[in-house]
């Protein structure tokens, strides 16, 4: 899956649900588990701008998971370690053998995509 927008656009893009996530929180009053899907989300939805299929779906995966496994008492004690071990192993392999590290043609491609949507704004 290819980049939709820069670096820069998808932290600010995500970093706006997370706001609202926050206002709505403060509003209803309930932080607990509520909080996971106030930070699962945006991170997932960064994660899919950023062109991450795989990373956006372990992220939900675990964020939800661990929300539905607290909200509604579902086995605490077998699904939260199942989780944060599938959630674990993801991030090592991808680290170890996934060559996490942003190489030249990932940082020409994001470059590209800003120049884009400064030509969008300038008309």
Request: aromatic share 18%; proline share 4%.
């Amino acid at each position: 899956m290819k980049q939709l927008v820069s670096r820069r656009k998808a932290q600010i893009l995500a970093f706006i649900p997370f706001l609202l996530g926050i206002v709505l929180l403060i509003y209803l009053g309930k932080w607990w588990p509520s909080f996971l899907l106030v930070l699962g989300i945006p991170l997932a939805f960064r994660e899919y701008l950023l062109g991450r299929k795989y990373d956006m779906f372990i992220t939900l995966f675990v964020f939800l998971g661990i929300y539905i496994t607290i909200q509604f008492d579902v086995g605490e004690k077998f699904f939260l370690p199942v989780l944060f071990t599938v959630g674990g192993i993801y991030i090592f392999f991808r680290e170890f053998f996934g060559g996490t590290s942003i190489t030249e043609a990932e940082e020409e491609e994001d470059l590209n995509k800003e120049i884009e949507e400064d030509k969008k704004k300038k008309p």
